[in-house]
C-alpha cells in the first residue's frame, strides 16, 4: 500500500484533543463558488487544469439551478446559525462568466433573498468576455470584479492565451477599458497578477497601473517542497515592486499582498490568507456541488482540497471539523517548530497553506518560498520602521 500523501493532518491531527483543549471553530464567511467548470484560455500555470488534480473532467460544466439553490439555503443556514453580519460569496471557475447573464442574475437574486445577512458577490474573471451587456448586467447586480492579468502583452503572452496559442492581452485591455469607464468604475475590484520572475517586475508593475486598478493582488506561483517554484528570485522581484510603491509619492493602488504586510507590522489584524496567523474562512463549491477546501490545495495531490461533503446532504458546519479546515484555523500551532522560532512568524503565518505540502508527510512545513517570504517581510519592516523613526524624531518636543 502506498503512504497517505498528507498524514498531516488527515491522519495525525486529533481533531477531538484540538477541540478539547478549547480551540473553537471559526465559521466560514467566504463562499468561493464554481460556477462554471471549463475556461476560454488555457493558462499554463492554472492550478485547476495544469497541476496534480484533474478532477474538473469529471464536474459538470455549469452548475445546475437545483444545486444553485441548496447552495443558496446552506449559505442562509450557516449565515443564521452563526449570526453572521455578513458574508462574501466569490464567483469562480473555469471562466465564471461563462455561465450566462441570466444565470448569474438568477443566482445573486436567490442569495440576497435568502440569506439573513448582508451578501457581497464579486467575480474573478480572465477578463475576456468583459463587455457593455455583461457588464450592464454585473452593475446592476452590485457584482464587483476582479480581473487576472500578468502585466503588458509580452508577460501576459507567456502564460495566458487561447488554446489556439493566441495572446489574450488585447481582449483584456479592450475589457478593462470598459471596466474602468464612468459606467463600471465602481464595480471595478482591482487586478490579480501572477508572479513571473521571468518578467521585468518594474514593467510589469507599470503595465498593471496603465488600467487604474483600485487594487493589485501579487500571487506567488503555485508551488510546494515536492514541485518546487519555476525560477528563483522572488524576494527581488517583490521587493523591486514594493519600494516602487512604497516610495510613490501619493498612493498609485493598493498592493494587498504590502498593505496586509504593514498591518501585521504594526500589530493589526490582517485578512489575506496566506499571511499571519489568522484563521482561515474560506469554503469552496464546485459546479456539482461538493464541498471543498482551498482549492489552490489541487495543485498539491489529487484528492488534496476534498471534503467527502455535498450541498446537498451537508451543512457548512459539517466540513468546520474536517482536519483540513481545523488545520488551516489553528495558526501557530499548525506550524513546524522552525516557523514558530521565526522573529516574523506572526506576519508570514508560515505562508500559504498548499506551499507547506511535502509528498508522504504533508502540510507542517514551513512555506517552500520560506526564504523569499523572510527577506521581503524584513525589508518591508525595516522600511516602514525606519519612517516611524524619522516620524517619531519629528513630532518629539525639542
Same mark, same amino acid.
Given at each position: 500500500?502506498? @503512504?497517505?500523501?498528507?498524514?498531516?493532518?488527515?491522519?495525525?491531527?486529533?481533531?477531538?484533543?484540538?477541540?478539547?483543549?478549547?480551540?473553537?471553530?471559526?465559521?466560514?464567511?467566504?463562499?468561493?463558488?464554481?460556477?462554471?467548470?471549463?475556461?476560454?484560455?488555457?493558462?499554463s500555470?492554472?492550478?485547476?487544469?495544469?497541476?496534480?488534480?484533474?478532477?474538473w473532467r469529471q464536474?459538470p460544466k455549469?452548475?445546475?439551478? &437545483?444545486?444553485?439553490?441548496?447552495?443558496a439555503e446552506?449559505?442562509?443556514?450557516?449565515?443564521r446559525?452563526?449570526d453572521? &453580519?455578513?458574508?462574501?460569496?466569490?464567483?469562480?471557475?473555469?471562466?465564471?462568466?461563462?455561465?450566462?447573464?441570466?444565470w448569474l442574475?438568477?443566482?445573486a437574486?436567490?442569495?440576497?433573498?435568502r440569506?439573513?445577512?448582508?451578501?457581497n458577490?464579486?467575480?474573478q474573471?480572465n477578463?475576456?468576455?468583459?463587455?457593455? &451587456?455583461?457588464?450592464?448586467?454585473?452593475?446592476e447586480?452590485?457584482?464587483r470584479?476582479?480581473?487576472?492579468?500578468?502585466g503588458d502583452?509580452?508577460?501576459?503572452?507567456?502564460?495566458?492565451?487561447?488554446?489556439?496559442?493566441?495572446?489574450?492581452?488585447a481582449?483584456v485591455?479592450?475589457?478593462l477599458?470598459?471596466?474602468?469607464s464612468?459606467?463600471?468604475?465602481?464595480i471595478?475590484a482591482g487586478?490579480?497578477?501572477?508572479v513571473?520572475?521571468?518578467?521585468?517586475?518594474?514593467?510589469?508593475?507599470?503595465a498593471?497601473?496603465?488600467?487604474?486598478p483600485?487594487?493589485?493582488?501579487?500571487?506567488?506561483?503555485?508551488?510546494?517542497?515536492?514541485c518546487?517554484?519555476?525560477?528563483s528570485?522572488?524576494?527581488?522581484?517583490?521587493?523591486a515592486?514594493?519600494?516602487?510603491?512604497?516610495?510613490a509619492?501619493?498612493q498609485?493602488?493598493?498592493?494587498?499582498?504590502f498593505?496586509?504586510?504593514?498591518?501585521?507590522i504594526?500589530?493589526?489584524?490582517g485578512?489575506?490568507e496566506g499571511?499571519?496567523?489568522q @484563521?482561515?474562512?474560506?469554503?469552496?463549491?464546485?459546479?456539482?456541488?461538493?464541498i471543498?477546501?482551498l482549492?489552490?490545495?489541487?495543485?498539491?495531490?489529487?484528492?488534496a482540497?476534498?471534503?467527502?461533503?455535498?450541498?446537498?446532504t451537508?451543512?457548512?458546519?459539517?466540513?468546520?471539523?474536517?482536519?483540513?479546515?481545523?488545520?488551516?484555523?489553528?495558526?501557530?500551532?499548525a506550524?513546524p517548530?522552525?516557523?514558530?522560532?521565526?522573529?516574523?512568524?506572526?506576519?508570514?503565518?508560515g505562508g500559504?497553506?498548499?506551499?507547506r505540502?511535502?509528498?508522504g508527510s504533508?502540510?507542517?512545513?514551513?512555506s517552500?518560498?520560506?526564504a523569499?517570504?523572510l527577506?521581503l517581510?524584513?525589508h518591508?519592516?525595516?522600511?516602514v520602521g525606519?519612517?516611524?523613526?524619522?516620524?517619531?524624531?519629528?513630532?518629539s &518636543?525639542?
Amino acid at each position: 500500500m502506498s @503512504p497517505h500523501p498528507a498524514p498531516w493532518p488527515l491522519l495525525n491531527l486529533d481533531v477531538a484533543a484540538v477541540r478539547g483543549a478549547g480551540h473553537e471553530p471559526v465559521p466560514f464567511q467566504q463562499f468561493i463558488v464554481k460556477v462554471h467548470s471549463r475556461c476560454n484560455l488555457s493558462c499554463s500555470y492554472c492550478y485547476v487544469y495544469e497541476m496534480a488534480d484533474q478532477a474538473w473532467r469529471q464536474q459538470p460544466k455549469r452548475m445546475s439551478r &437545483p444545486v444553485a439553490a441548496k447552495m443558496a439555503e446552506r449559505i442562509a443556514e450557516h449565515a443564521r446559525r452563526h449570526d453572521l &453580519p455578513s458574508v462574501e460569496v466569490i464567483l469562480h471557475g473555469g471562466e465564471p462568466l461563462l455561465a450566462g447573464r441570466q444565470w448569474l442574475t438568477d443566482l445573486a437574486s436567490a442569495l440576497r433573498a435568502r440569506v439573513p445577512a448582508q451578501v457581497n458577490i464579486g467575480v474573478q474573471t480572465n477578463g475576456t468576455l468583459l463587455r457593455p &451587456p455583461l457588464l450592464d448586467t454585473l452593475a446592476e447586480l452590485g457584482i464587483r470584479v476582479g480581473v487576472s492579468l500578468d502585466g503588458d502583452a509580452e508577460a501576459t503572452g507567456r502564460h495566458r492565451v487561447y488554446a489556439n496559442g493566441r495572446n489574450s492581452y488585447a481582449d483584456v485591455a479592450d475589457g478593462l477599458a470598459l471596466l474602468d469607464s464612468p459606467g463600471y468604475r465602481d464595480i471595478y475590484a482591482g487586478l490579480l497578477c501572477t508572479v513571473d520572475v521571468g518578467n521585468d517586475p518594474l514593467a510589469t508593475y507599470e503595465a498593471l497601473l496603465r488600467f487604474r486598478p483600485p487594487a493589485i493582488d501579487l500571487l506567488l506561483p503555485h508551488a510546494n517542497w515536492s514541485c518546487p517554484p519555476p525560477g528563483s528570485g522572488y524576494a527581488d522581484w517583490l521587493i523591486a515592486v514594493f519600494d516602487r510603491w512604497y516610495g510613490a509619492p501619493a498612493q498609485e493602488t493598493r498592493i494587498r499582498m504590502f498593505s496586509e504586510m504593514i498591518q501585521l507590522i504594526l500589530g493589526q489584524p490582517g485578512a489575506v490568507e496566506g499571511l499571519g496567523l489568522q @484563521p482561515s474562512t474560506l469554503v469552496v463549491i464546485e459546479t456539482d456541488g461538493t464541498i471543498k477546501q482551498l482549492d489552490s490545495l489541487s495543485s498539491a495531490y489529487p484528492g488534496a482540497a476534498d471534503t467527502g461533503r455535498h450541498v446537498l446532504t451537508d451543512s457548512f458546519d459539517a466540513v468546520l471539523d474536517h482536519p483540513t479546515t481545523v488545520a488551516r484555523q489553528l495558526g501557530a500551532q499548525a506550524l513546524p517548530a522552525e516557523c514558530q522560532a521565526c522573529p516574523v512568524m506572526t506576519i508570514c503565518g508560515g505562508g500559504l497553506y498548499p506551499h507547506r505540502y511535502r509528498a508522504g508527510s504533508g502540510f507542517r512545513h514551513r512555506s517552500v518560498y520560506c526564504a523569499d517570504l523572510l527577506r521581503l517581510i524584513t525589508h518591508v519592516r525595516d522600511r516602514v520602521g525606519a519612517d516611524l523613526n524619522l516620524l517619531t524624531t519629528a513630532l518629539s &518636543p525639542r
